[in-house]
Nanobody, 124 residues
Framework: QVQLLQSGGGLVQVGESLRLSCVVS????????MGWFRQTTKNMREFVAH????????NYGDSVKGRFTVSVDNAKNTVYLQMNTLKSEDTAVYYC?????????????????WGQGTQVTVSS
C-alpha cells in the first residue's frame, strides 16, 4: 500500500515562506505524477500544483502562480512545495497526492493516493 507522509507547515506571518515535503513510501508504475491541493472549511479542495516525477509537466493554480514552486527529488522519493510571499488567503490544510498517467492534472478525483494533510496558517 502506497503511503504519502507530509511534513512542514505551521504558523507564519504574511510575506514569509514555508516549505512542505511529501515522501512517497514506494514508487510503483501507477504513480506518474504528484499534486498539491489545499482545503479550507468553507471551500472544496483546490488545486495548487502538479509535477511529474521526471520534473516536467509543472502546473500551478492561478492564485499561487509566481509565488509557489513545486519540485521533486527522485533519490528521496520526495516532492516539495516551496511557498513564498505567503498571504492570509493561503491559510488552509495542504495535501499532497499521487496519480497515474493522464491529461487531467487538477481534478482531485484522478489522484489515487493522498497524504494526511498539514495545516498552514498565515497571520497578518
Amino acid at each position: 500500500q502506497v503511503q504519502l507522509l507530509q511534513s512542514g507547515g505551521g504558523l507564519v506571518q504574511v510575506g514569509e515562506s514555508l516549505r512542505l515535503s511529501c515522501v512517497v513510501s514506494e514508487r510503483t508504475s501507477r504513480i506518474y505524477a504528484m499534486g498539491w491541493f489545499r482545503q479550507t472549511t468553507k471551500n472544496m479542495r483546490e488545486f495548487v500544483a502538479h509535477i511529474a516525477w521526471s520534473g516536467d509537466l509543472t502546473n500551478y493554480g492561478d492564485s499561487v502562480k509566481g509565488r509557489f514552486t513545486v519540485s521533486v527529488d527522485n533519490a528521496k522519493n520526495t516532492v516539495y512545495l516551496q511557498m513564498n510571499t505567503l498571504k492570509s488567503e493561503d491559510t488552509a490544510v495542504y495535501y499532497c497526492a499521487a496519480k497515474g498517467w493522464g491529461p487531467d492534472q487538477i481534478s482531485p478525483a484522478v489522484y489515487d493516493y493522498w497524504g494526511q494533510g498539514t495545516q498552514v496558517t498565515v497571520s497578518s
